[in-house]
T-cell receptor, first 120, second 111 residues
Framework: NAGVMQNPRHLVRRRGQEARLRCSPMKGHSHVYWYRQLPEEGLKFMVY????????ESGMPKERFSAEFPKEGPSILRIQQVVRGDSAAYFC??????????????????FGPGTRLLVL | KQEVTQIPAALSVPEGENLVLNCSFTDSAIYNLQWFRQDPGKGLTSLLL?????REQTSGRLNASLDKSSGRSTLYIAASQPGDSATYLCASSSNTGKLIFGQGTTLQVKP
């Protein structure tokens, strides 16, 4: 069972361009979370999605950022008109359906290796 | 609003020492408390998860405790090894799975 996959692993963009980050959850997982790790800062929650639904986007910047998790295909985090302050590592995590109602004693989220975005 | 704090920010110890990493959180209404390890340039690896109804979890040389009333968790690492060098992150979880992370403790174990 392959782990959470993210691509690209490294992405370089110039200011004003668009960045698209992709996350393929583990097989059977229908919940996806995106987190951002700014330089010298901890990981911050951005958005929580289930298939075709945004459940919690309280951590998403109000402008330029959007996320989707379509019925087929990976989850996409899209950043429009990138600025230097968007340079960070973006991690996605996935979890199986029902884990938060089943009170699992195992790890509830499995993290991908991250995408390192550098805005020039 | 939940806030998670980790002390110390960095720690350097000689190989073989037992050590304790501290984590505190402001809102005791957590679903669970997790400890992760992050190696430079890599993703996160889950180490231990403590449900809100539990007080501790153990895995090998690692032991994590949870005291909800005082808003504290500790990660105890026994007989530290150079391979334990990494950043250790604690995170509180809500019932939707949203994780609130501390800033991390960067550990260096010297041979």
């Amino acid at each position: 069972n392959a782990g959470v996959m993210q691509n690209p692993r490294h992405l370089v963009r110039r200011r004003g361009q668009e960045a698209r980050l992709r996350c393929s959850p583990m097989k059977g997982h229908s919940h996806v979370y995106w987190y951002r790790q700014l330089p010298e800062e901890g990981l911050k929650f951005m958005v929580y999605l289930q298939k075709e639904n945004i459940i919690d986007e309280s951590g998403m910047p109000k402008e330029r950022f959007s996320a989707e998790f379509p019925k087929e295909g990976p989850s996409i985090l899209r950043i429009q008109q990138v600025v230097r302050g968007d340079s960070a590592a973006y991690f996605c995590a996935s979890s199986p359906p029902g884990v938060y109602t089943l009170r699992s004693t195992g790890a509830t989220q499995y993290f991908g290796p991250g995408t390192r975005l550098l805005v020039l | 609003k939940q806030e998670v704090t980790q002390i110390p920010a960095a720690l350097s110890v000689p190989e073989g020492e037992n050590l304790v990493l501290n984590c505190s959180f402001t809102d005791s209404a957590i679903y669970n408390l997790q400890w992760f390890r992050q190696d430079p340039g890599k993703g996160l690896t889950s180490l231990l998860l403590i449900q809100s109804s539990q007080r501790e979890q153990t895995s090998g040389r690692l032991n994590a405790s949870l005291d909800k009333s005082s808003g504290r968790s500790t990660l105890y690492i026994a007989a530290s090894q150079p391979g334990d060098s990494a950043t250790y992150l604690c995170a509180s979880s809500s019932n939707t799975g949203k994780l609130i992370f501390g800033q991390g403790t960067t550990l260096q174990v010297k041979p």
